[in-house]
T-cell receptor, first 118, second 117 residues
Framework: AQKVTQAQTEISVVEKEDVTLDCVYE???????LFWYKQPPSGELVFLIR??????QNEISGRYSWNFQKSTSSFNFTITASQVVDSAVYFC???????????????FGKGTTLSVSS | GAGVSQSPSNKVTEKGKDVELRCDPI?????LYWYRQSLGQGLEFLIY????????KSGLPSDRFSAERTGGSVSTLTIQRTQQEDSAVYLC???????????????FGPGTRLLVL
C-alpha cells in the first residue's frame, strides 16, 4: 500500500535559520514519483519539485534543496536561510506510475506547517 | 487561461441540498483530478479523468458524489443531498498526459470552500 508520512506537524523557526522538513514514503512499486507542494495562507497548492524513483540526485533551487534517499525511503526538503514568506503548509506526495497507465492520484502526507518569524 | 480555475470560490449550502462545483483545467491538459481537503482527513483523491477514457472513481466516498467532464475540458463535481461531513475544500488539478511509467506534474486550482450547514 502507498503511504506518505510527514512526522513533523508544526515547525517554528526564526528568520535566517535553516529548516528541514522530513518525508518518508512507502510503496511496492519500483517506478514512482515524489513531489513537494507548498500551500501558503491563500490556500492554493503550489508545485515545488518532482523526482522520479530512478533519479537519486539531490537537487538545489535557490534556497531550496531536496535529498532523496531510496535506502531509507525518504525525500527531505531543506530551506536555507528561511524567510517569513516561507511560512506555509508543505506537503510531500507520492504517485506510482504503473506501465500502461497514463496517470495516477497523488497520495499526500498530512503536511508540515512551517512558521517563520522575523 | 494560465492556470486551473475553479468556481465558486466559496459555497454555503443547507444540509440535504445538491451542489455543483466547477473546474476549468489548464488549456491542453488532458488529465483532470478532483481532491478534497478537510481538517480530519487531509488531502484525499476523489476522481480522475484522462482524455476519453473511463474515469477512475475509486476515491469517491459515497454514491452521493459524481463528476463529469464535458468535451474533454471543463469538469463538474456534483454532491447530492449534502451532509455536514461534506464540508471541505474541493481542489481540482490538471496535468498533461503521461505515458506508461511516466507521471506528469499535477497543477492545482485555488479550490472551492464548501460549508454545509
Amino acid at each position: 500500500a502507498q503511504k506518505v508520512t510527514q512526522a513533523q506537524t508544526e515547525i517554528s523557526v526564526v528568520e535566517k535559520e535553516d529548516v528541514t522538513l522530513d518525508c518518508v514514503y512507502e510503496t511496492r512499486d519500483t517506478t514512482y514519483y515524489l513531489f513537494w507542494y507548498k500551500q501558503p495562507p491563500s490556500g492554493e497548492l503550489v508545485f515545488l519539485i518532482r523526482r522520479n524513483s530512478f533519479d537519486e540526485q539531490n537537487e538545489i533551487s535557490g534556497r531550496y534543496s531536496w535529498n532523496f534517499q531510496k535506502s531509507t525511503s525518504s525525500f527531505n526538503f531543506t530551506i536555507t536561510a528561511s524567510q517569513v514568506v516561507d511560512s506555509a503548509v508543505y506537503f510531500c506526495a507520492l504517485s506510482e506510475a504503473p506501465w500502461g497507465q497514463a496517470g495516477t492520484a497523488l497520495i499526500f502526507g498530512k503536511g508540515t506547517t512551517l512558521s517563520v518569524s522575523s | 487561461g494560465a492556470g486551473v480555475s475553479q468556481s465558486p470560490s466559496n459555497k454555503v449550502t443547507e444540509k440535504g441540498k445538491d451542489v455543483e462545483l466547477r473546474c476549468d483545467p489548464i488549456s491542453g491538459h488532458t488529465a483532470l483530478y478532483w481532491y478534497r481537503q478537510s481538517l480530519g482527513q487531509g488531502l484525499e483523491f476523489l476522481i480522475y479523468f484522462q482524455g476519453n477514457s473511463a474515469p477512475d472513481k475509486s476515491g469517491l466516498p459515497s454514491d452521493r458524489f459524481s463528476a463529469e467532464r464535458t468535451g474533454g475540458s471543463v469538469s463538474t463535481l456534483t454532491i447530492q443531498r449534502t451532509q455536514q461531513e461534506d464540508s471541505a475544500v474541493y481542489l481540482c488539478a490538471s496535468s498533461s498526459r503521461g505515458a506508461g511509467g511516466y507521471q506528469e506534474t499535477q497543477y492545482f486550482g485555488p479550490g472551492t470552500r464548501l460549508l454545509v450547514l
